[in-house]
């Protein structure tokens, strides 16, 4: 069974104090995986896709990282308005929907 | 250029009745996906529709149903439901079908079932 498993489940940072957010998956056929940021009472926002192991993208303090089995985002000097439930996700080859299966994600807290 | 909208933002229903949830898609995307995110967890998949037809289904029961119309916009149907329906309800399009690169998700429904 494809499954995408996210640690930690919450974690809470001072402002300035750099961590890595960890999502790793067991899946027939990676197709993709996904970063996606959800405030409260919103919708999840794309941040990146990756498509290859070693491949890393990078946008402001955030950078995804991906291997065979799991990915990694880090967050270089946090600021307040990085606090956000972190999600991750995975869309696998050869199924019949087309949906992405996500992680629980990770409620990151930075404090000021 | 608008978003994805969703209507209504928050609704509570009652064991057994039905419900019906709408999603406007963003500008010049075709594609509309559901998810259902129950409390503290991810969003799961519910199903896509591509071009008025349905494109791909996760594994929700065939209570949950849904529509596309012609200007790409679309409806989440949910019969008898239950308590274990309680969630909120994410609408999501995109440019295209199949490639999930920046599903763009409306802000949901948040359905309470009593």
């Known amino acids: 069974e494809d499954q995408v498993t996210q640690s930690p489940e919450a974690l809470r940072l001072q402002e300035g104090e750099s961590s890595s957010l960890n999502c790793s998956y067991t899946v027939s056929g990676l197709r993709g995986l996904f970063w996606y940021r959800q405030d409260p009472g919103k919708g999840p926002e794309f941040l990146f896709t990756l498509y290859s192991a070693g491949e890393e993208k990078e946008k402001e303090r955030l950078k995804a990282t991906l291997t065979k089995k799991e990915s990694f985002l880090h967050i270089t000097a946090p600021k307040p308005e990085d606090s956000a439930t972190y999600l991750c996700?995975?869309?696998?080859?050869?199924?019949?929907?087309?949906?992405?299966?996500f992680g629980k994600g990770t409620h990151l807290i930075i404090q000021p | 250029e608008t978003g994805v909208t969703q209507s209504p933002t928050h609704l509570i229903k009652t064991r057994g009745q039905q419900v019906t949830l709408r999603c406007s898609s963003q500008s010049g995307h075709n594609t509309v996906s559901w998810y259902q995110q129950a409390l503290g967890q991810g969003p799961q998949f519910i199903f896509q529709?591509?071009?008025?037809?349905?494109?791909g289904r996760g594994n929700f029961p065939p209570r949950f149903s849904g529509l596309q119309f012609p200007n790409y916009s679309s409806e989440l149907n949910v019969n008898a439901l239950e308590l274990d329906d309680s969630a909120l309800y994410l609408c999501?399009?995109?440019?295209?079908?199949?490639?999930?690169?920046?599903?763009?998700f409306g802000s949901g429904t948040q359905l309470s079932v009593l």
């Open positions: 999501a399009s995109s440019a295209n079908r199949g490639l999930n690169e920046k599903l763009f």
């Open positions: 529709y591509y071009r008025e037809e349905e494109n």
């Open positions: 996700a995975v869309q696998i080859s050869g199924g019949g929907a087309d949906g992405l299966t």
